[in-house]
């Protein structure tokens, strides 16, 4: 399931982004950060195994380890640890059980009916039509209108001359 590992991935990238092995002294130690890591892979693999109680002791120890940080690790960090916890606790049951598998149909045998032979029909001819015959275009006569009076306009007269 993609979610159980997004889930364990989630509190143990908590726990490296905190800075283990840091100088800081508000930060996890390395070696807490490892026993850390530990009990994340532990819950990892009960889901993966679909074992959701033995992945909810898994959570019970990392709770613990929790509770067993030194008091100068900053209160934000250890709070939001915890609420990691937290919130894989409350999706155990849903995210470390198997998937269900909806049932494959199983084909139900249906009586077949033996095929009834179509006789393929005769093609028929279909006469072709006669050719009608067009007529000769009449020839028009040629007509040259002239426009009234002398026809067009006088050219304009030239200024110089």
Known sequence: ??????LALGLLLAVLAAGCGSEEPELITETRASQLTTAVDAITEACDAEQPDRARAAVAAASELVTELPRRVDPALRNNLREWLSHIEGRLD?????AEESPTPTATPSATEAPTETPTPEPTETPAPEPTETPPPEPTPDVTVEPPGNGGVPAPEDPEG
């Open 94 to 98: 849903r995210d470390c059980k198997a």
């Open 1 to 6: 399931m993609p979610r159980r590992p997004t």
